[in-house]
């Protein structure tokens, strides 16, 4: 079995044995304990199939998924700064056709995702994303983050979910990891991942990690599969 090269050396050193990152061609999932959190002391802590089982309809449509993250005002004050005006900027360059209302709507929706204010960063190399093994990249999805983020994630948290503050639907065993290339130098929207809740509190993801916020992906390359990981 050929181990995962994609990411740094030092990231897949500072993995635990058990979460060695492999080849698509030979995935091994191997479910890791997940926090989940009761929502009142009535409600005894269920295991992560149960939830699936029982909550499908809300899990699927992400219904009950709420972020804890910027609030409105905050934003709003962003987007009038010059920071958040390249990147009202880049999102219209993303899609002219769009109107100015659908424009807002898309940046409100993105920055929330964290809870603090993003960086403004120049970016010429590569960012990756994980999904649950078997699953494409969004062509329109702008939360990436660094191979760097995913070693201090998997030292820090649980689980990858719960530093990246991941809804149930997108949770797995096993990630697919894919990568990006900058054409040229281009902005980036470094923020720290807001925490989640899911199931009016069933589930609780603690978030902290960076994610790089990219609101024009036409900017990047597609994502190219590079190899998996284990939650």
Same mark, same amino acid.
Request: aromatic share 6%.
């Given at each position: 079995?050929?181990t ?7 990231f897949?050193?500072a993995v ?8 698509d ?5 191997v ?11 009535a409600?005894?802590a269920?295991d992560l #199939? ?18 804890? &993250?910027?609030p409105r005002?905050?934003i709003?004050a962003y987007l009038?700064s010059? *920071? &958040?005006?390249?990147f ?6 993303? #899609?002219?056709?769009a ?7 898309? *940046? ?18 590569a960012?990756? /994303?994980?999904v649950?093994?078997g699953?494409?990249v969004?062509p329109y999805?702008?939360?990436?983050t ?12 649980a689980t990858?979910?719960d ?12 990630y697919?990891?894919?990568?990006i290339m900058? /054409?040229?130098?281009?902005n980036?929207?470094?923020s720290q991942v807001?925490?989640?809740?899911e !199931? ?5 993801? /603690? &978030?902290?990690a ?8 036409? !900017?990047?390359?597609a994502?190219? !599969?590079?190899?998996?990981? /284990?939650?």
């Amino acid at each position: 079995m050929r181990t995962f090269r994609g990411l740094a050396a030092a990231f897949l050193l500072a993995v635990s044995p058990g979460a060695w990152a492999q080849l698509d061609s030979a995935p091994t999932p191997v479910p890791l304990p997940i926090p989940i959190a009761a929502a009142s002391g009535a409600m005894p802590a269920q295991d992560l #199939d149960a939830l699936r089982a029982v909550h499908a309809r809300e899990i699927n449509d992400l219904s009950t998924f709420r972020t804890a &993250g910027l609030p409105r005002d905050a934003i709003d004050a962003y987007l009038d700064s010059g *920071a &958040g005006q390249q990147f009202l900027r880049e999102l219209r360059a993303a #899609d002219p056709a769009a109107s100015a209302d659908t424009i807002y709507a898309r *940046a409100v929706e993105q920055l929330a995702s964290g809870s603090t204010l993003p960086d403004l960063q120049p970016m010429a190399a590569a960012l990756v /994303k994980i999904v649950p093994h078997g699953q494409n990249v969004s062509p329109y999805s702008p939360y990436f983050t660094t191979s760097a983020q995913l070693q201090l994630a998997s030292g820090r948290c649980a689980t990858l979910a719960d530093c990246f503050g991941l809804p149930l639907k997108s949770e797995a065993p096993l990630y697919d990891v894919y990568q990006i290339m900058p /054409k040229g130098t281009v902005n980036v929207f470094v923020s720290q991942v807001a925490p989640t809740e899911e !199931l009016g509190g069933l589930v609780r993801r /603690k &978030g902290g990690a960076q994610q790089y916020l990219l609101p024009n992906r036409s !900017l990047w390359s597609a994502p190219v !599969l590079i190899g998996t990981i /284990k939650n």
